[in-house]
């Protein structure tokens, strides 16, 4: 399942490389043997993600904010992925503005240089554009229930923004765009501190402190694994298909059941805390697959225990060398990976 067969040419430039899936997406687009432009302002990615391709010859590292004008080097790549736009719910909530303009002004910057060159851009969307989802599972086709002024309203709405700009481009102005809408990816390069489900767990399982639970834990989940997200997202780009398509995992579960699991594949005998649901917190998400499965033949393979067992292990050592390097006392605080603190 590594690379499908495929027709993608060689100059790609990926926005939000340093971030959890963009820097998976490079390795593998790099694998491919393309020419990767990686783009990234580091407001919630981290090099570290990309240190062991640093010295790869056809990676170029560009760090750059997409809402500013693109490098000129930009305009020799025939692909553009963009996933320059914070994920996690407790980054965005920080930085509302500059989490808007990442998503509205960022892919119009890269729709102008798209028209202007040719290339093709394959938009990475959300599930988030369903909101709190009156329609279960959720199809393409469903409209999404979303509050445009709450908390999350700087996300979920930027990424609509984003998707019906990409669409106007295409009807209008003839550029080639995909949209990808993805359903809680997981897997490693989460980042310890940033306060997705699957990491916190982890982290707090391995220290062996409370997993924090929101809610009754009775909300759900689909979570799907990075190499099958990155799987569809290259099989997305080299599809015919124009309108948005969900990649996701149609396995729904809760958060007890996720708790669950972590706790057994980590070993930990760590409790469950409960609090509050976070305000516009979606009470259940699920996708319906269909359009991805017949128009990319693709569907998640990794089974859930084996991509937490795998997460886990990153977690596991990202710990041990934080431990190492701060014995050796060569590691500043802003890198330091404490599971004591987290
Ligand atoms: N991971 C998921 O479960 C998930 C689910 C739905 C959608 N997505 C989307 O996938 C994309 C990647 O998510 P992720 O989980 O890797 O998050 P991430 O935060 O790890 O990665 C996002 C990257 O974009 C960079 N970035 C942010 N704003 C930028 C800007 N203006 N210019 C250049 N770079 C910028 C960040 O520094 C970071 O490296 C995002 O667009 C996110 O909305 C992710």
Redesign the pocket.
């Known amino acids: 399942m590594k690379n499908p067969p495929s027709a993608t040419p060689h100059a790609v430039l990926v926005?939000?490389?340093?971030?959890?899936?963009?820097?998976h997406l490079c390795e593998r687009l790099l694998e491919r043997g393309c020419r990767v432009l990686a783009?990234?302002?580091?407001?919630?990615?981290?090099l570290q993600?990309l240190e062991h391709l640093r010295r790869h010859p056809a990676l170029r590292f560009v760090r750059?904010?997409?809402?500013?004008p693109l490098p000129t080097e930009a305009r020799d790549c025939e692909r553009l992925f963009?996933?320059?736009?914070?994920?996690?719910p407790a980054?965005y909530q920080r930085h509302p503005v500059?989490?808007v303009?990442?998503?509205a002004?960022?892919v119009w910057r890269l729709l102008e240089l798209a028209q202007h060159t040719g290339a093709r851009l394959l938009h990475?969307?959300?599930?988030?554009v369903y909101g709190e989802p009156q329609v279960h599972p959720q199809p393409e086709a469903y409209w999404g229930h979303v509050n445009p002024v709450g908390p999350r309203a700087c996300?979920d709405e930027g990424?609509r923004c984003a998707e019906a700009m990409c669409l106007a481009y295409a009807a209008e102005r003839g550029v080639v765009v995909r949209i990808?809408?993805?359903?809680?990816?997981?897997g490693p390069?989460?980042?310890p501190g940033?306060g997705?489900v699957v990491s916190n767990f982890i982290v707090q399982a391995l220290a062996g402190r409370p997993l924090t639970v929101y809610g009754d834990g009775l909300q759900t989940r689909s979570f799907?694994y990075?190499d099958d997200?990155v799987d569809g997202l290259l099989r997305l780009m080299d599809a015919g298909f124009t309108g948005p398509v969900n990649l996701?995992n149609p396995q729904e579960r809760t958060m007890l059941d996720l708790a669950e699991r972590v706790l057994r594949l980590a070993g930990s005998r760590s409790r469950l805390v409960f609090e509050a649901l976070p305000a516009d917190d979606p009470t259940r998400r699920c996708p319906d697959i269909t359009l991805a499965r017949h128009h990319l033949g693709w569907a998640p393979r990794v089974p859930i225990d084996e991509g937490l067992a795998r997460t886990i292990e990153y977690f596991r050592a990202l710990s041990a060398q934080a431990g190492a390097r701060r014995a050796q006392g060569s590691v500043s605080p802003s890198a330091a990976y404490s599971l004591s603190r987290l």
């Open positions: 926005a939000g490389a340093a971030g959890f899936l963009g820097s783009l990234d302002d580091l407001s919630s990615g981290d993600h750059h904010d997409i809402t500013e963009n996933l320059a736009c914070p994920a996690s980054y500059a989490t303009l990442s998503s002004v960022g990475v969307s959300t599930s988030e996300y990424k990808a809408r993805l359903f809680n990816a997981y390069r989460l980042r940033d997705r799907c990075v997200t996701g």
